[in-house]
Nanobody, 116 residues
Framework: QVQLVESGGGLVQAGESLRLSCAASRIIFNIYGMEWYRQAPGKQRELVASITSGSSADYADSVKGRFTISRDNTKNTVYLQMNSLKPEDTAVYYC??????????WGQGTQVTVSS
């Protein structure tokens, strides 16, 4: 079955950087829009960044200028470069694959913790 596997999470201090990766398998990767979501404890899951099959990117206001989403279709992988991390960025980060209105596939999530 289709798998999305995130990696790259961890514990960092405020101001530091992390790069998340999401490797997709058993999927025609280059036709899917890819997205990164996050969910903090007690909060709803929120869309952080998205990238279309044509590599057009969009970001939540809270991460604009700090996060960069990119994709490598030769590796079936989407990335989220996170710079200038803040404690409020602490959450479980999920990648997702979408063609239509609904997300088709979710990853299992990777924890990002930013200490002050």
């Amino acid at each position: 079955q289709v798998q999305l596997v995130e990696s790259g999470g961890g514990l960092v201090q405020a101001g530091e950087s992390l790069r998340l990766s999401c490797a997709a398998s058993r999927i025609i990767f280059n036709i899917y829009g890819m997205e990164w979501y996050r969910q903090a404890p007690g909060k709803q899951r929120e869309l952080v960044a998205s990238i279309t099959s044509g590599s057009s990117a969009d970001y939540a206001d809270s991460v604009k200028g700090r996060f960069t989403i990119s994709r490598d279709n030769t590796k079936n992988t989407v990335y989220l470069q996170m710079n200038s991390l803040k404690p409020e960025d602490t959450a479980v980060y999920y990648c997702a694959a979408r063609i239509g209105r609904n997300v088709d596939y979710w990853g299992q999530g990777t924890q990002v913790t930013v200490s002050s």
